[in-house]
Structure formats: C-alpha cells, structure tokens
C-alpha cells in the first residue's frame, strides 16, 4: 500500500519503520521536518504540502502524525476527500476535533483508525479472548498501574494525560463502555502532584482504576481481578505491537481494530477528568451517536431559543425607547389617537384656509369637544411653532370652533410640539427590525426540510 506521511510526531516512527517491514511504501510525506531532521531514514520521503495529498491519487492512506492545528485541519480535509486514514491519537486534538472527524466519517465513509498498539499486543488479545469467554469467571475489577519517569519529582497534567491516553482505551476495550468518571491527585504541589488516580464506573461492568506516580524507572502493570485469581501483566513500557496495527489497517477487517469512535469515547473520559478534578466530584458521561443532521438540528434549535429571547429583548427595548424618546408629549398623542389633532396637511398651501375634508372633521371635532372636556391641537409648520402663519391658522380653528358652540375654543386649543421626521422614521424602522432576525430564521427552518440525509455508500 502506498502511504503518505502528514506530521512531525515521534511516535509514528514505530509504526512507519513497521509500515516499511511490511512491504509498504511512503510516496509522500507532508509537515514533517523535524521527524525527518531527527530521523534520516525518512529524509528520503518526497515532501510536498498537505493540499498535494488531496490530489495525490497515488496515495492510498495516509498516518497522521501530529499536535499542530495545522495537520488538524489537513487531517480533516483529507478525510472529507475520502483519504484512509491512520491517527496517532495526540491531546491536541481534543474531543472537539475528534467528534469532527466522527461527523466527517459518518457523512463520508472513510475510514479513520486510532493507533491504539495494545489492541494487537499478542498477550492482551488472548487475554480479552479469555475474559470474553468467561474462562475464569466474571471479572471483578480492573487495574493499571504506571510509574513515569520525569525530569521534576512531581507529574504535570500533560504528562497524565498523555500517559492515560492509550490506557483508558484499553480499560474500555477488557472492561466495557464505562459512564462515570472520578479523578482525584495527591501530594500536589506548583510544579504538578506525585500521583494520578482516576476511577471509572457503568452499570454491570467492573471497577476500573488507572493511577501514575512519579519514579525512576518506568513501569507498566495491568492487574485484572478474577473470581477465581488475579491476571497481572508487568512490563517496563505500555504494549505495543505495531507490525500488527499496520497490517490490521491495510486488511480493514480486524476483529480487535479500533474504531473512531473509541477514539472520541478516549477524549470524552480525557474531558470529564478535568471537569472532576475542577469540581471534586464523579462526572457523568452521555454517549451520543452523533451525525452531521443532528448537529444541525441541535444547533438550530439552541439558536432558535436564542432568537425568541433577544426578539423579546428587543420588543422591550423598542417600546422603553419609544416612551422615553418620544419627541411629542403624552397629550397630543391621545389627541392624534381620539381624532383631535389637526395636520398641516389639512389646510390650503401657505393659507389658513381649511381643505374641504377638514372642514367635516372639524364638525366631528366639534361635536367631541361640547360633549367631552378634551382640547384640540395644531401641528405647526415650523419649528419652535410661533410663525404667523400659524398663528393665524389657529386664529381660524378658534374662530370655527366658537361658531359650532364649543367653550372656551381658545383656551382649547394650542399648536403642538413640532414632530421629529428624523425621530419618527428612526422609529419605524426599528419597528421593523427587532422583528427582522426571528423573521430571518424562521424562514431559515427551511433548510431542514431540505437537508436529506445522505445516501449510504459502501467504504
């Protein structure tokens, strides 16, 4: 098979040296200076950038190798042009970046495999065949034990997590798909703590207990308590068999072979350690089969509640607004609204002459006004509202009201605050826009109903 290299991590030179064993060729090799600069026998790999691999259909698969955000993001452009790929798992990806790739995969079919080495150690495949079987009865707990070698006396976090990596897998791979997690540290100090523990629980399934500490030799030790005696393994580094994991890869129909999503369930168990650690308490984990149509919906419907609060927010802001703002006062509003306000519009250009229609609606005024102890108002035509022309225009309405029997006309009748145009189309076009996102969205829900799922395709 041809492979191409993309990454600079160390760790995939086992598993490239393998690859080589095997009969297999790395045509290609991307973002991987410093493997090469550390290894000379990969100098000999042609480098070229990742985009080529996209286009490379000579390149079979590809090994993933690597902690930056950039072999991330190739790694993820690669998998959605249907390039196998073979994953060194890093704590750089995360699980966000992990349950990407499982959407990626799901939509696509390819076929994207973590490099968990133990699954194809010879001792611990025979013994997840005996513990399967049920040959020494039930198992009643499960144990790995590490001891780290490292520069201070004291453990980082990043040297535990990176060191309980592969081991949770291996916890999950004998002991099952574990739903609680409980870290805890001691001997804690600035520089880091002396040991590691975390504990991981299911219903039905055995205790599992994981724990580092500091020392001067490196240990490795799995203990699996049986009903009928205990099962240790001891070695002085974790299992690894990786002629196996290339050769499972290349054949794709492993019994044992990881999958991707064991991969995620790794860096969802990686995630609630921490939130145990910051809590001090055992977190829950919910398992989800995720796919890109869930996703949708999920985040739709999250941005849909957003969207009905802040249109509320905003209905609320509009209207304190509009009553704080309101470039007329509250008593020539009610006149507009009880039909008691004359506009400019309702006399004769440049004269106080009223239009033939304003003349009836003055009759109706004037019958409000006898009978209801209300005033009628004049918009003005200019601003402060003490031009002649408008003096004279109220002059006429008094005059007129008198004459329909309305008392006191001139005391009820005044020339209103001049309105703000500017105000006023500022306010109709908020009117319009706090309505506008949910408007927006709602009509954006239409997007579901014609996202189909994709077709299966074979992988």
Same mark, same amino acid.
């Given at each position: 098979?041809?492979?191409? $290299?993309?990454?600079? &991590?160390?760790?995939?030179?086992?598993?490239?040296?393998?690859?080589?064993?095997?009969?297999?060729?790395?045509?290609?090799?991307? $973002?991987?200076?410093?493997?090469?600069?550390?290894?000379?026998?990969?100098?000999?790999?042609?480098?070229?950038?990742?985009?080529? $691999?996209?286009?490379?259909?000579?390149?079979?698969?590809?090994?993933?190798?690597?902690?930056?955000?950039?072999?991330?993001?190739?790694?993820?452009?690669?998998? @959605?042009?249907?390039?196998?790929?073979?994953?060194?798992?890093?704590?750089?990806?995360?699980?966000?970046?992990?349950?990407?790739?499982?959407?990626?995969?799901?939509?696509?079919?390819?076929?994207?495999?973590?490099? =968990?080495?133990?699954? =194809?150690?010879?001792?611990?495949?025979?013994?997840?065949?005996?513990?399967?079987?049920?040959?020494?009865?039930?198992?009643?707990?499960?144990?790995?034990?590490?001891?780290?070698?490292?520069?201070?006396?004291?453990?980082?976090?990043?040297?535990?997590?990176?060191?309980?990596?592969?081991?949770?897998?291996?916890?999950?791979?004998?002991?099952?798909?574990?739903?609680?997690?409980?870290?805890?540290?001691?001997?804690?100090?600035?520089?880091?703590?002396?040991?590691?523990?975390? !504990?991981?629980?299911?219903?039905?399934?055995? &205790?599992?207990?994981?724990?580092?500490?500091?020392?001067?030799?490196?240990?490795?030790?799995?203990?699996?308590?049986?009903?009928?005696?205990?099962?240790?393994?001891?070695?002085?580094?974790?299992?690894?068999?990786?002629?196996?994991?290339?050769?499972?890869?290349?054949?794709?129909?492993?019994?044992?072979?990881?999958?991707?999503?064991?991969?995620?369930?790794?860096?969802?168990?990686?995630?609630?350690?921490?939130?145990?650690?910051?809590?001090?308490?055992?977190?829950?984990?919910?398992?989800?089969?995720?796919?890109?149509?869930?996703?949708?919906?999920?985040?739709?419907?999250?941005?849909?509640?957003?969207?009905?609060?802040? !249109?509320? =927010?905003?209905?609320?802001?509009?209207?304190?607004?509009?009553?704080?703002?309101?470039?007329?006062?509250?008593?020539? +509003?009610?006149?507009?609204?009880?039909?008691?306000?004359?506009?400019?519009?309702?006399?004769?250009?440049?004269?106080?002459?009223?239009?033939?229609?304003?003349?009836?609606?003055?009759?109706?005024?004037?019958?409000?006004?006898? &009978?209801?102890?209300?005033?009628?108002?004049?918009?003005?035509? !200019?601003?402060?509202?003490?031009?002649?022309?408008?003096?004279?225009? +109220?002059?006429?309405?008094?005059?007129?009201?008198?004459?329909?029997?309305?008392?006191?006309? &001139?005391?009820?009748?005044?020339?209103?605050?001049?309105? @703000?145009?500017?105000?006023?189309? $500022?306010?109709?076009?908020?009117?319009?826009?706090?309505?506008?996102?949910?408007?927006?969205?709602?009509?954006?829900?239409?997007?579901?109903?014609?996202?189909?799922? !994709?077709?299966?395709?074979?992988?």
């Amino acid at each position: 098979m041809n492979f191409a $290299l993309l990454g600079d &991590d160390a760790a995939a030179a086992p598993l490239i040296q393998a690859a080589l064993a095997g009969g297999h060729r790395f045509i290609r090799s991307a $973002l991987a200076e410093r493997l090469n600069t550390s290894h000379a026998e990969f100098a000999t790999i042609p480098q070229c950038s990742w985009e080529d $691999l996209l286009v490379d259909n000579s390149v079979e698969a590809v090994m993933v190798a690597g902690e930056s955000d950039e072999v991330q993001t190739a790694a993820k452009h690669l998998a @959605s042009a249907g390039k196998p790929l073979l994953i060194v798992p890093r704590l750089a990806f995360g699980a966000a970046c992990a349950y990407e790739l499982s959407l990626i995969r799901d939509d696509s079919h390819v076929t994207l495999m973590p490099a =968990f080495e133990h699954r =194809f150690d010879p001792e611990l495949v025979s013994l997840s065949k005996r513990l399967a079987n049920g040959e020494q009865g039930a198992i009643r707990r499960l144990q790995v034990d590490r001891v780290l070698t490292s520069p201070t006396s004291s453990l980082t976090e990043a040297e535990i997590d990176a060191a309980s990596l592969a081991d949770i897998d291996l916890l999950q791979w004998l002991g099952g798909r574990y739903d609680q997690v409980t870290a805890q540290r001691s001997g804690q100090s600035e520089q880091g703590c002396s040991q590691a523990t975390l !504990t991981l629980a299911g219903f039905g399934l055995p &205790d599992a207990t994981w724990t580092a500490r500091h020392g001067s030799t490196s240990v490795w030790r799995l203990t699996v308590e049986m009903e009928r005696c205990p099962i240790t393994l001891e070695r002085s580094t974790s299992p690894r068999s990786p002629a196996a994991m290339i050769a499972a890869f290349v054949a794709a129909d492993t019994p044992n072979a990881p999958e991707w999503s064991d991969a995620v369930r790794v860096f969802d168990v990686l995630d609630a350690t921490k939130r145990s650690l910051r809590r001090r308490r055992t977190i829950d984990l919910h398992f989800e089969t995720l796919s890109e149509r869930q996703q949708f919906k999920t985040q739709m419907t999250a941005i849909g509640c957003g969207m009905l609060m802040l !249109t509320l =927010f905003l209905m609320l802001a509009l209207l304190g607004l509009g009553a704080l703002l309101e470039s007329r006062n509250r008593a020539v +509003r009610d006149a507009e609204a009880a039909g008691l306000l004359l506009k400019a519009s309702d006399f004769e250009s440049h004269a106080a002459v009223l239009t033939p229609t304003a003349e009836t609606r003055l009759e109706q005024m004037a019958i409000r006004l006898r &009978d209801e102890p209300k005033s009628a108002y004049l918009e003005p035509t !200019t601003d402060p509202p003490n031009s002649e022309l408008d003096q004279r225009r +109220r002059a006429k309405i008094v005059e007129l009201l008198a004459n329909l029997g309305v008392e006191a006309a &001139d005391h009820r009748t005044s020339l209103a605050a001049i309105r @703000s145009t500017g105000w006023d189309t $500022l306010m109709r076009i908020l009117r319009l826009a706090w309505i506008a996102p949910l408007v927006l969205f709602l009509v954006s829900q239409g997007l579901i109903l014609l996202a189909k799922p !994709t077709s299966s395709r074979n992988s």
